[in-house]
């Protein structure tokens, strides 16, 4: 791997010469739940209010928004936050997504998504869902997925920021701070390592031979 500038410092970086776009690139990591929680609250609400779910009918179509959100998550950071940029306008865009995280991976304010850019791309995927189903399985799977949004969101800034005791934590920050330290090329799941197991793109485990 080719080496890069990392900081291991919780300094942040300037991104932008204005203020305003300044302050929009930067979070504190608990804004994301009182954006989200009432948006799947209020999903909740109307699932079994207005759409009369059942709560078993509920209970499947959120863990499918969950499933779909876990793929979404691993398919957005290997091809669009790894995407290899050409020209300094594309490098810039890229450093602007997620280049700047890898630069300044404890920069506490750049570890969860801020709502200028979570909040356009939360619509975007609610109409694009609203499209492909029914409002009553919607607001089943919506709030599944906002859900999976926000589990990815607080265990980024966990893996990053806390000590953990349990062995699937301490798994998932060594998967994690892989990513960051060793090989960017692969470990792209946050809150799930499924899809690099399934897809290819996990770390091979020392002292296992490609030979037969």
Known sequence: ???????????????????????????????PLFIYLPVIGFFTWTAFSEH?????????????????????EYFLHRFVFHFHPKGRIME???????????????????LVMPPSASIPLALLFFFFFNTLLDPHHLSGFFPGFVTGYLLYDM???ALHHANFKSGFWKA???????????DETKGFGVSSMLWDKLLGSDFKKKGVSNEQ
């Open 1 to 31: 791997m080719k080496k890069k500038y990392i900081s291991n410092a919780t300094e942040s970086t300037r991104m932008f010469k204005n203020n305003f776009l300044e302050s929009l690139s930067k979070v504190h990591y608990s804004v």
């Open 52 to 72: 009369r779910l059942s709560l078993f009918r509920y209970l499947g179509w959120f863990s499918l928004g969950l499933l779909v959100w876990s793929a979404t």
């Open 92 to 110: 810039r865009i890229h450093f602007i997504f997620h280049g700047v995280h890898h630069d300044y991976p404890n920069d506490a304010k750049r």
């Open 155 to 157: 265990t980024h800034y």
């Open 172 to 182: 998932l920050k060594k998967h994690h701070m892989t990513h960051h330290y060793q």
